[in-house]
């Protein structure tokens, strides 16, 4: 057992199914602070795998990836047990995913982050820094025109406009806007952050209402 790996004894699980073949891969939360949270996830409802670290520890986010395809790790538990108290902020920070594939007979993984391809704990490192600097700047680079945070004023509006469970279908296509600038969870301006975060939420919220009355 890795020393920082969070999924421990204490909070293991027993799964309600098998989990034999599963292949592990990595949601990596970022923080406009630069804090690191790796989830080695088996599927939606259990992981192998948490710590917490931060963007720029390049040798401890190298160590934790090579150890984790090195080693098999012992227990399993899920993201409420083990982040506890800091699951709701962790889950408002940015996150990308790497996955595990297959390539001209060699295992390699691959995110979001990058076009290229890795195996090694320093590729690991090096995709959460680039991450970060890319998904940050980008916020940085939205919010140039201050009007933007008017903008993002107007899309609250519209999302509280109405409260029918059907209105998701109506604002889905705004909904998918807010999605593809979830790199404004990394804004260095808390406010602009603050607002994106109000609403993300409303879209959990639109969508939830909706999938409960289709159901």
Known sequence: MHPI?????????????????????????VSPDKEVC?????????????????????KKNASLFDFIIDNKCSFVSNEHQVLGKQYNEVKNWHVFRISKKLYNGE??????A????????????????????????KSEFR???????????????????NNDEMYYLTVKP??????SESYLKLCQEAKV???????????????NRYMTAVR
Do not use: H
């Open 5 to 29: 790996n969070l999924v421990n004894e204490e909070n293991q699980v027993t799964p309600n199914y098998r989990l034999d073949g599963k292949e592990m891969y990595f949601d990596v939360y």
């Open 107 to 112: 295992l390699r993984y691959y995110s979001n």
């Open 114 to 137: 990058s076009s290229l391809s890795f195996s090694t704990g320093t590729a690991f490192a090096s995709e959460i820094q680039v991450f970060y600097q890319q998904e940050k700047a």
């Open 38 to 58: 790796v989830l080695g996830k088996l599927d939606t409802n259990y992981l192998v795998w948490c710590s917490i670290t931060t963007v720029f520890d390049a």
């Open 143 to 161: 919010i140039m025109n201050k009007k933007y945070v008017a903008i993002l004023k107007e899309y609250k509006k519209t999302l509280d406009n």
């Open 174 to 179: 705004l909904i998918d806007v807010i999605r």
């Open 193 to 207: 952050r603050a607002l994106y975060l109000e609403l993300s939420a409303r879209c959990d919220t639109l969508y």
